[in-house]
């Protein structure tokens, strides 16, 4: 089993910047890829960062250019840094961890950009 939490989530101007951490534990040496994912209001959740054990990183379109993933993989931790957050950035962020045989996920941090 594996706990994920997230945080540094809060509520930023449009332009600003923040850095989400997700932290994990219990049996963390089955974890491969590890990646966070977005919620809007109403709409579904999606994929924005991607990150592998050996360290190749992905990104959706939305947020390629802004957005960097990062993991540390001594401390058990990854890291989102969103730079020039957008008010269409606002959204609950959520970790997630995949291991051979199944997916675990955080509780969420919710990131509001105002405009």
């Known amino acids: 089993q594996v706990q994920l939490v997230e945080s540094g989530g809060g509520l930023v101007q449009a332009g600003g910047s923040l850095r989400l951490s997700c932290a994990a534990s219990?049996?963390?040496?089955?974890?491969?890829?590890m990646a966070w994912y977005r919620q809007a209001p109403g709409l579904q959740r999606e994929l924005i960062a991607t990150?592998?054990?050996?360290?190749?990183?992905n990104y959706a379109d939305s947020v390629n250019g802004r957005f960097t993933i990062s993991r540390d993989n001594a401390k058990n931790t990854v890291y989102l840094q969103m730079n020039s957050l957008k008010p269409e950035d606002t959204a609950v962020y959520y970790c997630?961890?995949?291991?051979?045989?199944?997916?675990?996920w955080g509780q969420g941090t919710q990131v509001t950009v105002s405009s």
């Open positions: 997630y961890a995949a291991s051979l045989l199944r997916t675990f």
């Open positions: 219990g049996s963390t040496f089955n974890i491969n890829a």
């Open positions: 990150i592998t054990s050996g360290g190749s990183t």
